[in-house]
């Protein structure tokens, strides 16, 4: 058992002097530990998950091919004269093949919904577990030296960054992944030279996601840090209210307050303004990359400048017609959108990195060592007065001496000790 908190001090009113500072950057092999043992807790029901979110994602980036047929096709009807009646038949059969492949979609999404939210909220119960565990095994040294708010901010505000990390923002980083994949390969089946402006463009999304990125992570890190900080101060006080009031100790405990809650305040500002913007930045960027797009595919319809492609490679030289730059128009628009998806996703990895690795630190503490001379037992007092092992807690403890030490031990050279 462990003792509850200990009397407040006065040596350091901002929390104790020996706590081992957190590292001020992510490790980068944080993210690639949480989805290993996401892999080693569930190596059937994620992977199932994996597939059912990369078929919707695969099934939302089919329409732009349809698109391009049913307007070729109508196109086509047009300059030849042909009547709806005539044409209706392939355009019907494109559209139930569509519908088809959209209900086999939502059926997959709604499996992958069932099956990652059971994974996520196992996962999250596993982790505190093995903290709790892991906890119990702590020389008294780390509670004397660790606040105890906290510490419990560890399963509480810690592990609410990896339930959105779990839930969220790992599904939604591998659809959008693979539909900017998968658009992006079909785009270059249409038209290389179109294809490679919008990279120009995606380049400089990557280049400001970078900025932006990079900006919030140093104060999500710091954000993770202020609130066990605060949390850790504001229960030691609460704790010690007596203390504080016998030795006139109100105003430096405001002050101190003030302190941290300032530093709080800086840091969630600072991370939250760089994540704020990032969203808006990109997706302006995309609506001025798709107007470029349209201009310039209109300007190659009315020169008729050949269209490169790998389509081309198997089908000969052809000219860029009206359905290639419709199709082209609206996979550049589901292609940019899915990136400003992957762009706001980054702010929640990294706050969930940064919580990660606060709980993997406590995790990875050293338990106490254990020589192994005595193991503690449940006992109980026999009518005689005399202790005997009991079957059941009972609050009273028996230590049977395993191996006697080298070195003398303070305790009685019996075959048994209460204690």
């Given at each position: 058992m462990r003792p509850n908190n200990p009397p407040m001090r006065q040596n350091n009113s901002l929390g104790r002097q020996n706590?081992?500072?957190?590292?001020?950057?992510?490790?980068?092999?944080?993210?690639?530990?949480?989805?290993?043992?996401?892999?080693?807790?569930?190596?059937?029901?994620?992977?199932?998950?994996?597939?059912?979110?990369?078929?919707?994602?695969?099934?939302?980036?089919?329409?732009?091919?349809?698109?391009?047929?049913?307007?070729?096709?109508?196109?086509g009807a047009l300059e030849m004269g042909k009547s709806w009646n005539e044409v209706q038949g392939e355009i019907i059969s494109k559209i139930a093949i569509l519908v088809t492949f959209y209900v086999i979609s939502i059926i997959a999404v709604t499996f992958e919904t069932q099956l990652m939210a059971g994974v996520t909220q196992s996962f999250l119960s596993k982790m505190r577990k093995t903290m709790f565990e892991g906890m119990q095994n702590l020389p008294i040294k780390y509670f004397d030296t660790h606040k105890h708010g906290d510490i419990m901010s560890h399963y509480t505000n810690d592990i609410d960054t990896l339930r959105q990390l779990v839930g969220q923002s790992l599904p939604t980083l591998i659809r959008a992944g693979t539909i900017v994949l998968t658009v992006f390969f079909i785009m270059l089946w249409y038209s290389l030279p179109l294809t490679l402006i919008l990279v120009l463009g995606v380049v400089l999304m990557f280049v400001v996601t970078k900025i932006f990125g990079g900006g919030s992570a140093k104060f999500f890190v710091r954000l993770q840090k202020s609130v066990g900080k605060q949390e850790g101060f504001v229960q030691e006080m609460m704790n010690g209210q007596k203390v504080i009031k016998v030795f006139c100790h109100e105003q430096a405990t405001k002050e101190s307050f003030d302190e941290l809650n300032q530093e709080l305040y800086e840091n969630a500002y600072r991370a939250n303004a760089y994540a704020n913007m990032l969203g808006p930045v990109i997706m302006n960027i995309g609506n001025i990359l798709y107007t470029i797009l349209a201009m310039l595919g209109c300007l190659f319809l009315?020169?008729?400048?050949?269209?490169?492609?790998?389509?081309?490679?198997?089908?000969?030289?052809?000219?860029?017609?009206?359905?290639?730059?419709?199709?082209?128009?609206?996979?550049?628009?589901?292609?940019?959108?899915?990136?400003?998806?992957?762009?706001?996703?980054?702010?929640?990895?990294?706050?969930?990195?940064?919580?990660?690795?606060?709980?993997?630190?406590?995790?990875?503490?050293?338990?106490?060592a254990d020589d192994g001379y005595v193991t503690l037992v449940d006992a109980k007092i026999l009518p005689d007065g005399s202790i005997a092992e009991a079957d059941h807690h009972t609050g009273i403890w028996l230590g049977s001496i395993l191996t006697p030490p080298t070195v003398p031990l303070p305790i009685p050279k019996c075959e048994v000790t209460c204690a």
């Open positions: 706590v081992p500072p957190m590292k001020r950057r992510l490790d980068t092999k944080v993210l690639g530990r949480i989805i290993k043992m996401l892999f080693g807790y569930y190596p059937v029901l994620l992977p199932l998950a994996i597939v059912c979110i990369m078929f919707s994602a695969v099934t939302a980036a089919i329409p732009a091919i349809f698109l391009e047929q049913v307007t070729n096709t109508i196109t009315v020169i008729g400048l050949p269209n490169v492609s790998i389509q081309s490679l198997f089908s000969g030289v052809q000219i860029l017609n009206a359905g290639i730059v419709v199709a082209f128009l609206s996979m550049a628009k589901q292609f940019t959108g899915n990136i400003n998806q992957v762009s706001q996703q980054i702010n929640s990895v990294v706050m969930a990195m940064a919580g990660a690795q606060r709980i993997f630190a406590l995790m990875d503490e050293a338990p106490e």
